[in-house]
């Protein structure tokens, strides 16, 4: 089942990506027990949505640290050297994950 907040998070994240982010990527924003967000760019139009399935990048925190990060007020930086955000996979991915949110609104 999926909580209110997840379910807001995947609302939010489908508005983000529109179409076609351009990252030709799968993406995964893993909330732990509060589930998963999985942005599959590899095909148009990207799907977002809760199936827990192998990604190129997996971005893990809690939800509330991603909101944090969605207003501006958690940088990815200090968020990342006070553990609050793990990437695992391609690095480099992980770094356009912001830009390609942008460019599909």
Same mark, same amino acid.
């Given at each position: 089942?999926?909580?209110?907040?997840?379910?807001? %998070?995947?609302?939010?994240? $489908?508005?983000?990506?529109?179409?076609?982010?351009?990252?030709?990527?799968? %993406? $995964?924003?893993?909330?732990g027990?509060?589930?998963?967000?999985?942005?599959?760019?590899?095909a148009?139009?990207?799907?977002?949505?809760?199936?827990?399935?192998?990604?190129?990048?997996?971005? $893990?925190?809690?939800?509330?640290?991603?909101?944090?990060?969605?207003?501006?007020?958690l940088?990815?930086?200090?968020?990342?050297m006070t553990?609050?955000? $793990?990437?695992?996979?391609?690095?480099?991915?992980?770094?356009r994950?912001?830009?390609?949110?942008?460019?599909?609104?």
């Amino acid at each position: 089942m999926t909580s209110d907040a997840l379910a807001q %998070v995947t609302a939010g994240l $489908k508005d983000a990506v529109g179409e076609d982010c351009g990252l030709g990527a799968v %993406v $995964k924003f893993d909330f732990g027990s509060e589930g998963v967000v999985v942005i599959d760019a590899t095909a148009v139009p990207n799907i977002v949505d809760n199936e827990d399935r192998p990604a190129q990048c997996t971005l $893990k925190q809690s939800i509330a640290d991603f909101a944090a990060m969605s207003e501006g007020t958690l940088g990815a930086a200090q968020a990342m050297m006070t553990g609050r955000l $793990k990437i695992e996979g391609d690095m480099g991915l992980a770094m356009r994950i912001d830009g390609a949110l942008s460019r599909g609104r």
